[in-house]
């Protein structure tokens, strides 16, 4: 009888990843907000399952995913459905939101690094040399333009501005992957577990953002890439340059995050309305100077252990 209840369970699981898929594949746009939900049929399968149940669960995936939606849809499945299988899996073992997000996250970059070499090997689909591609028509349509409005003094800087942002394109497509993976893996927390949470799936819940305090060696990885790019001045274009801009930006991210939960902190300890703490994130990701201030507040946070020396003054 439960062996019954398992298959039942499983087959609507499957039915309902079928539907996302098909979705996700064939509706335009709205596909493009449905496939963040595809992990969801795995996380409820393999939350309550043993290795060998979700084992076969995935087989039957496979082949389904690819009647639904052909080469598309298979990738779409292995891919998400490969995090779904592994966030199941440890919120089954009781497992931290943070090691679940790092875990999961790991899971999406590995399978969006395979799926760009398979596409652009296989299908001569490269979507780093398509955004290349873009941007360069883009400028052409700009140039045309100014060249019709009599601008031509401006022509120039277009040009360098193009050319910038097609060598950021490639240099920083690492932390471009990376920073979708994290984003994907947040956003697919935020909606699978309310929803797994009503089939009796018991998440952990996640600590409040502004007590989070990243490791501090986080702030030497950031300071000896920053040191490095000042001293050895590597050339655009080597390896040890794309290595180090890349560690430079990903770690900026990292400090501003560290740098936004300490404000919220400062906040609730002043009992601020939360509306600022929401003006101040919308600021930080559209004004640069708002970013670097934030940036610096999670140095010095990490550095000198603000909060501790705010306790005390409380």
């Known amino acids: 009888m439960k062996n019954v209840h398992k298959l039942t369970e499983g087959a609507i699981l499957l039915a309902s990843m079928a539907a996302l898929i098909l979705i996700s594949t064939y509706v335009p746009i709205v596909g493009g907000f449905v496939v963040i939900a595809i992990p969801i049929p795995f996380i409820l399968f393999s939350a309550k399952n043993n290795i060998k149940m979700i084992t076969a669960f995935c087989i039957a995936a496979v082949f389904i995913s690819f009647f639904a939606g052909s080469l598309r849809g298979l990738a779409l499945m292995l891919i998400h459905g490969s995090a779904g299988v592994v966030i199941g899996y440890l919120v089954q073992k009781n497992k931290s939101r943070n090691f679940i997000l790092l875990a999961s996250t790991l899971i999406l970059t590995i399978g969006m690094v395979i799926f760009y070499s398979v596409s652009a090997a296989f299908f001569q689909l490269d979507i780093i040399h398509e955004l290349k591609t873009s941007v360069n028509e ?16 401006q022509l120039e800087k277009l040009q360098e501005q193009g050319n910038l942002m097609i060598n950021q394109i490639t240099t920083l497509a690492p932390s471009y992957l990376i920073f979708t993976a994290v984003s994907a893996s947040f ?36 300071l000896i890439s920053l040191g490095a790019m000042l001293l050895f001045h590597p050339h655009e274009g080597t390896y040890v340059y794309s290595v180090l801009i890349n560690a430079k930006y990903l770690l900026e991210i990292i400090m501003t995050v560290q740098g936004l939960a300490f404000l919220f902190y400062i906040f609730h300890q002043r009992s601020v309305a939360k509306g600022l703490g929401v003006l101040v994130v919308i600021l930080t990701l559209m004004i640069p100077i708002v970013r670097y201030i934030i940036m610096v507040l999670g140095i010095t946070d990490l550095g000198f252990d603000f909060r501790r020396q705010f306790e005390k003054k409380e």
């Open 187 to 222: 956003f697919i927390q935020w909606i699978s577990f309310p929803v797994v949470k009503r089939f009796g799936v018991n998440v952990q819940p996640w600590g409040s953002f502004r007590n989070l305090s990243l490791p501090k060696s986080l702030l030497w990885y950031y």
């Open 138 to 153: 883009s400028v052409k349509q700009s140039e045309e333009i100014l060249k019709t409005q009599g601008q031509e003094e």
